[in-house]
């Protein structure tokens, strides 16, 4: 960890294992929840609208998506290749639990995805903090907003 004197922001930095490589940069959407690619997803819009999810109504588009993984049915990978047509796909997805379903959405989407990290991510990253996510070299850096209430 460390903290930036100017800014007083505090940068975290997580090591995992490349799902997907690439680089990318943005603000953290996170959910604690797993996502549903049959039915939870909007393709067009990158919005979550499964009924009782927490981010329902939430778009992740340009966005680091952090959340445990996928769930459902194999239709997964098929609502997140329709993000990346429709250009409503997270620019990175981080996420705690491997299955078929994530790996396969991770690489249709050619989003940069890691997993397997040496902290957990949901323990760690909050939504609106910014992420450098560099999945070639299996590496999360994570700028802590500034602007919370202490």
Do not use: Y
């Amino acid at each position: 960890m460390s903290i930036d004197t100017k800014t007083h922001a505090t940068t975290i930095v997580l090591h995992g294992r490349t799902v997907v490589g690439g680089v990318a940069e943005g603000e953290a959407l996170v959910t604690r929840e797993t996502i549903s690619g049959w039915g939870g997803v909007n393709p067009m819009t990158g919005t979550v609208i499964e009924t009782r999810h927490e981010l329902h109504g939430v778009s992740f588009k340009d966005k680091i998506l952090v959340f445990p993984g996928a769930k459902g049915s194999s239709g997964w990978s098929n609502a997140f290749h329709m993000t990346r047509l429709t250009q409503t796909a997270p620019k990175a997805m981080l996420f705690t639990t491997m299955t078929t379903k994530i790996a396969l959405g991770a690489v249709v989407m050619r989003a940069p995805a890691l997993t397997d990290f040496d902290r957990d991510p949901l323990e760690v990253i909050e939504t609106g903090d910014w992420i450098k996510v560099d999945a070639d070299k299996g590496t999360v850096e994570v700028t802590k907003r500034t602007d919370r209430d202490e």
